[in-house]
């Protein structure tokens, strides 16, 4: 993989007791260390024009008058100091980069992973929340629609935080031109998220959220990939496929209830990198949550490897109960004749 990295995402730093810290970049960065082929780029930081193709321009300007005013309390959560507009543009500019590399592709280059910082799913179109400033993934995605040098008509984004990206929903939920799908966990923040979101006007279909129950595990969210989402969006047929890979479903993240393996982050890397070669997309990882952070850096890791030749070990049981009718109901909800027995 080529993983997209600025060290002013450092800069950044809402105080050491807010999970959201530097240290999460510094340990993948030194987990990462201990692989082969490991390449990083850095990328131009973006600009307000880019960032408000998909959020409010007033909204933009305010947050870097804030950062420029020295920071502070956005909300209860969301924190900034003078240097994070600088992080931010950097950030953003990472994950356009990661959609321009991965659109590239055909010259050979490596899949691109952009681990930028401040992440971005929560920022809906006129305010921060969650950590969030700019929705990353949100602008990458409008960047590769606008961009002459790149024929997109269609991009998907997967969001696979534990939490549910109501940013990334806000932003495109009424739109034909990108289709959203999250999995997280039900009833987490911010509380977004359920089945019958999907979508409104040019939009209704284009959204897909799963939210699954507390103690799911590795089989559910694997039932869940192969077969709502990858029914979903082969009919969607994308030119971009961009994955908002937060790594706080893991079960030893502090803050959620999902029970993830590492392993199950190479398993679903492994499905998309298969879907978007069955539909002929391109690929491209953006990082977002993730606050254990020994897993956080294993979890990053496995991903690099299963781009690397390492095979994933597949879970030796089909999906359990849990998750069978939550998978059922977004089945339902989108149309889909779904084998969920296994």
Request: aromatic share 8%.
């Amino acid at each position: 993989m080529r993983f997209g990295y600025s060290e002013t995402c450092l800069a950044h730093d809402p105080g050491s007791r807010h999970p959201e810290t530097p240290d999460r970049l510094r340990a993948i960065r030194e987990r990462l260390k201990k692989k082969h082929g490991v390449e990083y780029v850095d990328a131009d930081p973006c600009e307000i024009d880019t960032m408000a193709a998909v959020h409010d321009r007033e909204y933009i300007e305010s947050v870097e008058e804030f950062c420029a005013d020295g920071g502070g309390s956005w909300d209860p959560d969301t924190t900034a100091v003078e240097e994070t507009w600088d992080a931010i543009c950097h950030s953003t500019g990472l994950a356009c980069w990661a959609a321009e590399d991965a659109l590239e592709g055909a010259t050979g280059r490596k899949t691109p992973f952009s681990i930028g910082r401040p992440p971005g799913h929560h920022a809906v179109y006129d305010d921060a929340m969650g950590f969030c400033f700019v929705n990353n993934a949100a602008v990458a995605a409008q960047h590769a629609l606008d961009a002459d040098a790149y024929d997109v008509g269609r991009v998907a984004i997967v969001d696979w935080d534990v939490h549910h990206g109501n940013g990334t929903q806000d932003i495109f939920y009424d739109r034909a031109d990108v289709f959203f799908v999250s999995i997280h966990e039900q009833g987490l923040y911010p509380g977004t998220g359920a089945v019958d979101e999907t979508g409104e006007g040019d939009g209704a279909g284009t959204t897909m959220n799963i939210p699954m129950p507390a103690g799911t595990d590795d089989r559910e969210y694997l039932a869940a990939v192969e077969g709502p989402i990858t029914a979903a969006l082969t009919e969607y047929d994308p030119d971009l496929l961009l994955i908002s890979a937060g790594f706080d479903a893991h079960r030893h993240d502090p803050i959620s209830r999902i029970r993830l393996s590492t392993e199950a982050y190479a398993l679903m890397t492994d499905r998309f990198r298969t879907l978007a070669d069955e539909t002929d997309a391109a690929l491209a990882f953006i990082l977002e949550g993730g606050y254990g952070l020994d897993v956080l850096a294993d979890s990053v890791a496995i991903v690099h490897e299963t781009f690397d030749g390492r095979e994933p070990i597949e879970p030796d049981a089909d999906c359990g109960e849990k998750a069978e009718s939550a998978l059922s109901a977004v089945a339902d909800a989108h149309g889909l004749d779904l084998n969920l027995d296994g």
